[in-house]
């Protein structure tokens, strides 16, 4: 740095110097020739290339393929690598849109870098399968759907796990009519980690392919799972169903109000969970299942809410203890009160028994003993009235 005397304006000259001197220094390699993407069979492609020409002899090469599941130019990252000395590449696909990207690297090369990548690209056109997904809901039960740019009376599905195998047909479609927009599969643990799915049939006269890879157990959904609410008057418990699905899978999450205070959470591997419980509050409970982050993705739907308790005063025990003798010793005072005052009406002056009781003697021996013969009514004893005249009743009152 001794030649660069000047600060601002040197410094910019040497390193503009430095850099045009790395890169008149370095021999970039010359990119792959001839490159062509075609099919292979039914689900591969063929990538093949050819060595650059003007490559040194002594050179020796190998060339970097990258794979991105979407259109060329990629923007993302690649799905697979890999490190070639051969002319070909061939791969087994399962989107709908695939990018390569290609380089010559140098292996034994002296003083050479890697070339400039080239880009090919195949689309699997048309495109009249889209929106390809599944919902792995159950053990042993998946539902995949898609959508339709147009019709296809001959659509077909194929499926088999990412590791190959033969591949299964759609057993059950759903749809309505002719028009297919879904398979439900069943009867096997979709535990892979990928399933490709091919789905072909006839548009417009043209015969047509599209791919489809899936990950099942990153797409797991599962109905809300079912909560009930109890106490031993220490604690309450809030207990989940099970999902019928792989049980180490899961951590509950029970979403809680008590009283009015705002939701709060409590979670954890078990389906039980407890907290200490106070009596005088209301609690209401929902529970969602997560699909642990182990497994794969995903969760439950949130359960129906379940209530338990009601709110109270939290002294109403004390409350309770302290106003029920003063009300009920009020209601006594009142009671004596009331009662003292209306004796003679609650209790009215029976009139002596002995003298009803012969009375209904004598009434009885009437009507029944003696039935048959002829009634001779009692004669009633009156007592005899006799007028007076107004001069003894004037003595009387005297
Ligand atoms: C899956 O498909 C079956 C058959 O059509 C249907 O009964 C079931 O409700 C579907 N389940 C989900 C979660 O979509
Ligand atoms: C769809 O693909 C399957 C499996 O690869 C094949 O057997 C079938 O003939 C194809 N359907 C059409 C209409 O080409
Ligand atoms: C909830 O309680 C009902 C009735 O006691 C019982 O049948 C059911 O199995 C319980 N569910 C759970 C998830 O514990």
Redesign the pocket.
């Known amino acids: 740095m001794m030649s660069c005397g000047h600060w601002d304006i040197s410094l910019i000259t040497c390193f503009f110097f430095m850099v045009s001197g790395v890169v008149a220094l370095s021999d970039e390699l010359p990119q792959p020739e001839n490159l062509h993407l075609s099919w292979n069979s039914?689900r591969s492609v063929i990538l093949q290339w050819s060595r650059p020409a003007g490559l040194d002899a002594n050179c020796q090469v190998n060339y970097q393929i990258e794979l991105y599941l979407e259109k060329c130019p990629p923007s993302g990252e690649p799905e697979r690598k890999w490190r070639t000395i051969g002319l070909n590449h061939t791969w087994d696909i399962y989107t709908n849109e695939i990018c390569f990207k290609i380089l010559t690297i140098p292996s034994m090369c002296p003083n050479k870098t890697p070339s400039k990548p080239l880009f090919e690209g195949l689309s699997q056109h048309p495109d009249v399968v889209k929106n390809f997904t599944c919902v792995y809901y159950s053990r042993m039960k998946m539902n995949c759907t898609w959508s339709l740019t147009s019709e296809s009376p001959?659509l077909?599905l194929?499926y088999n796990s990412g590791s190959g195998g033969s591949?299964n047909p759609c057993v059950s479609y759903i749809g309505s009519g002719l028009i297919r927009t879904g398979c439900h599969l069943h009867g096997e643990e979709f535990l892979n980690d990928s399933y490709h799915f091919?789905v072909?049939?006839?548009h417009n006269d043209a015969?047509f392919?599209n791919l489809f890879k899936i990950e099942p157990k990153q797409l797991v959904k599962i109905p809300p799972l079912k909560l009930n609410i109890t106490t031993d008057q220490k604690r309450i418990y809030f207990q989940s169903s099970s999902p019928d699905f792989q049980p180490v899978c899961w951590v509950y999450h029970f979403y809680y109000t008590k009283c009015d205070e705002g939701e709060k959470s409590i979670s954890g591997m078990d389906s039980r969970q407890s907290l200490e419980y106070d009596e005088s509050c209301s609690y209401r409970g929902r529970v969602k299942a997560i699909y642990s982050s182990y497994c794969g993705k995903g969760e439950s739907d949130i359960s129906e809410p379940v209530y338990y308790g009601v709110n109270r005063d939290p002294n109403w025990t004390l409350k309770v203890a302290l106003i029920t003798p003063v009300i009920v010793s009020c209601c006594l005072i009142v009671a004596l009160v009331l009662f003292r005052r209306h004796k003679d009406s609650i209790f009215p002056e029976i009139p002596a028994p002995p003298l009803l009781l012969k009375d209904v003697l004598n009434s009885n021996k009437d009507k029944v003993l003696e039935m048959g013969k002829l009634y001779v009514p009692y004669e009633d004893v009156v007592e005899k009235i006799s007028l007076e005249p107004e001069s003894t009743f004037h003595r009387c009152e005297s």
């Open positions: 039914d001959d077909q194929f591949q091919l072909n049939g006839t015969f392919q």
